[in-house]
């Protein structure tokens, strides 16, 4: 298999494609029966060993997930898949986390976020990005200042990972930026063509992303199901920065390796290599008999 494209984040090589989890975990942003069909099918550590063995086969050895806060399976069977698709392909599997910590400005919560940024380095993880949901806590957008953040990224150092922010909310990057003292390596940042859950439009977030100190992690690449990978994922690689990653996530192998054909022709400005999608009565134009 052709080696997926690399980057750089921190002095850490990551691919440009990183295994996303939603469509291992059971977050399909849709349906309750949608969330309850991935989890029957990634119920097992060999489900998911199968389809880390089928990004890995391109090199695409960096993973993204609440691992410590996954809430929709149990935890010890992804884990166990990691370990067995890493022994199976000779090949680690970077770990990026994105724990949700108590920000709290009391003793209590400084405690509690110390356990949650330990628990993710016992864990494994090489990366530790502040979910979005704690880190938006810290805004203040009357001083453009992300207040109190060196407390926990000095903590993530500590327990020797790489600091960054998941940056749902696009103000994190430039605020980031403009403080050369936050210790923020890489940024998450939801970027895709029809703009699902974004909270600016496509073409600022495009902007602040071109204009980002760090290599961003960009995440819904295909909101969630409501395009086509070939739009969706096209769109994220023709439209980014070579040091910019996309995280995609499959519910197969199959599946896996049909996005990783998109990925590469978009980057290398071809079209794929990829069978039609099937329809009744397709007319002749399509490929069909009508």
């Known amino acids: 298999m052709k080696e997926f494209p690399r980057t750089e984040v921190a002095g850490i090589s990551l691919p440009r494609m990183?295994?996303?989890?939603?469509?291992?975990?059971?977050?399909?942003?849709?349906?309750a029966s949608a969330d309850d069909m991935i989890r029957a099918r990634y119920s097992t550590k060999e489900a998911v060993c199968e389809t880390l063995c089928a990004y890995l086969k391109y090199g695409i050895d960096a993973m993204m997930?609440?691992?410590?806060?996954?809430?929709?399976q149990p935890k010890q069977v992804l884990m166990d898949g990691i370990h067995m698709a890493e022994e199976k392909m000779g090949?680690?599997?970077?770990?990026?986390?994105?724990?949700s910590i108590d920000v709290s400005d009391t003793e209590e919560g400084r405690a509690n976020a110390r356990r949650k940024i330990e628990a993710v380095a016992k864990n494994g993880a090489t990366f530790c990005l502040i979910?979005?949901?704690?880190?938006?806590?810290?805004?203040?957008?009357?001083t453009a200042t992300i207040d109190r953040l060196q407390d926990y990224t000095k903590i993530i150092r500590e327990y020797g990972m790489i600091p960054g922010l998941s940056a749902h909310m696009p103000e994190l990057i430039i605020y980031s930026d403009a403080h050369p003292e936050y210790d923020v390596q890489t940024y998450i940042q939801i970027y895709n063509c029809m703009g699902f859950l974004?909270?600016?439009?496509?073409?600022?977030?495009?902007?602040i992303i071109e204009n980002a100190k760090k290599p961003v992690m960009t995440i819904k690449s295909m909101a969630?199901?409501?395009?086509?990978?070939?739009?969706?994922?096209t769109f994220s690689y023709a439209?980014?920065?070579?040091?910019?990653?996309?995280?995609?996530?499959?519910?197969?192998?199959?599946?896996?390796h049909e996005d990783v054909e998109i990925a590469l022709a978009a980057i290398e400005r071809r079209y794929p290599n990829m069978e039609k999608r099937n329809s009744p009565q397709q007319t002749k134009i399509l490929g069909g008999n009508q």
């Open 131 to 142: 979910h979005h949901a704690s880190a938006e806590q810290l805004v203040c957008k009357r």
């Open 224 to 233: 969630a199901g409501r395009c086509t990978p070939y739009v969706g994922i």
């Open 65 to 72: 997930a609440p691992f410590v806060d996954n809430e929709c």
């Open 91 to 99: 090949r680690k599997i970077i770990l990026i986390d994105t724990p």
């Open 239 to 256: 439209s980014l920065r070579p040091q910019d990653m996309v995280t995609i996530g499959a519910h197969t192998p199959r599946e896996v």
């Open 18 to 31: 990183i295994i996303g989890t939603n469509w291992m975990l059971g977050y399909s942003h849709r349906t």
């Open 198 to 207: 974004m909270q600016v439009e496509i073409e600022n977030v495009r902007r």
